[in-house]
């Protein structure tokens, strides 16, 4: 009991490595105890070792196949490993056993759908999830993304500039941003995102590109062409 309690208590402090030694000791005593198989695997996933997690959650889901927080938890240990349709599969499991937070699942949903390039299904998760939760960034943010690459760009910018008032600028949302405002062909609001995100972290490939592209729009060449060059750096390091 001890040891179990510790390893809990290690988990929630995200002190995977020391939880796993904890339930590995449980493990030797009760090897079958599907409440210690089920911890362990959530300390592995949060040291993304998803195929070693997965191993533990079977070992839940073969005992019981309603426990909705394990079918999520694979799910997302799935998408992790790029299986996206299986993940799908798992949770939609979740989602027909669970009571609570199907806001989680549906936006792990949503985002397995939007890699599989299922735009409009994914739009329909984050909506919901949206809907449940308007604080979340990461869902109008999802969501701006799938609106993007379906080319409804003023409604793509609302959702980015939603995840900004909610969440303060980032690099990655200013980028996005910027993506959509190129689409838009307005250049010299695209230039400001591009500088705002290399001013944030200058490492980034892509933001090198969208600034040499928006300069190369507006006539600047000999600026483009330092960027496309920057670019170039980036993009062999990566």
């Not at 179990?4 to 030694?21: H, T």
């Not at 590995?24 to 409440?35: C, S």
């Not at 609106?147 to 980028?175: H, M, N, P, Q, R």
Request: charge should be negative; proline fraction near 0%; charged fraction near 35%.
């Amino acid at each position: 009991g001890v040891w179990y309690y510790k390893g809990v208590s290690l988990l929630s402090l995200e002190k995977y490595d020391e939880a796993i030694v904890c339930f590995d000791k449980v493990l030797k005593i009760d090897t079958n105890n599907v409440i210690y198989h089920y911890k362990k695997g959530g300390a592995l996933f949060g040291l993304e070792k998803y195929d070693e997690a997965i191993t533990h959650f079977d070992k839940v889901i073969v005992d019981d196949e309603t426990v909705g927080t394990v079918l999520k938890d694979k799910g997302m240990a799935l998408h992790h490993l790029g299986k996206h349709d299986e993940a799908i599969k798992y949770l939609d499991r979740a989602l027909d056993v669970y009571e609570h937070h199907d806001e989680i699942i549906l936006y792990w949903k949503g985002t397995a759908l939007l890699y599989l390039k299922k735009y409009d299904e994914a739009i329909v998760c984050f909506d919901k999830v949206i809907k449940e939760d308007p604080s979340g960034s990461d869902s109008w943010t999802s969501k701006g993304m799938a609106l993007y690459f379906t080319e409804k760009y003023e409604e793509s910018l609302i959702c980015y500039d939603k995840a900004i008032e909610i969440d303060g600028e980032d690099e990655y949302v200013l980028w996005m941003k910027g993506s959509v405002l190129f689409a838009l062909e307005r250049f010299d609001e695209a230039l400001i995102c591009s500088n705002k995100a290399i001013e944030m972290n200058n490492t980034k490939s892509d933001t090198w590109n969208l600034k040499g592209q928006v300069l190369e729009r507006l006539g600047k060449y000999d600026e483009a062409k330092k960027c496309y060059d920057k670019f170039d750096e980036l993009s062999s390091d990566e």
